[in-house]
């Protein structure tokens, strides 16, 4: 399973850009697909998730500004950001809950893609 992450890049205070992560690979089902953000020193925080059944999650500091949608039950997944601002400046990763049929039963499995630069200049 491979998560490929793309749509980084340099945006101007006020300004949008969306991110899209792909998934691939055999699952059976992807369960919750989330983007998460990292700064350098700081922990990696949930920016946003969707569930199997589009129940969606926000960080505080994004709510009203921020929208995570998928295309359909096996991705991909988008972040449509708006309203940026400089503290939205971050590494941004797309990261997977999936089940995985082994052959005799499903395991679940959590895999992340890799970043993309989200720099927001003042």
């Known amino acids: 399973v491979q998560l490929q992450a793309s749509g980084g890049g340099l945006v101007q205070a006020g300004g949008s850009l969306r991110l899209s992560c792909a998934v691939s690979?055999?699952?059976?089902?992807?369960?919750?697909l989330a983007w998460y953000r990292q700064t350098p020193g700081k922990q990696r925080e949930l920016v946003a998730s969707i569930t199997y059944g589009d129940k969606t999650n926000y960080a505080d500091s994004v709510k009203g500004r921020f929208t995570i949608s998928r295309d359909n039950a096996k991705g991909p997944v988008y972040l449509q950001m708006n309203s940026l601002q400089p503290e939205d400046t971050a590494v941004y990763y797309c990261?997977?809950?999936?089940?995985?049929?082994?052959?005799?039963?499903?395991?679940?499995?959590?895999?992340w893609g890799q970043g993309t630069q989200v720099t927001v200049s003042s």
């Open positions: 690979g055999s699952i059976f089902s992807l369960n919750v």
């Open positions: 990261n997977a809950d999936v089940d995985i049929w082994d052959g005799s039963s499903l395991e679940k499995f959590h895999y």
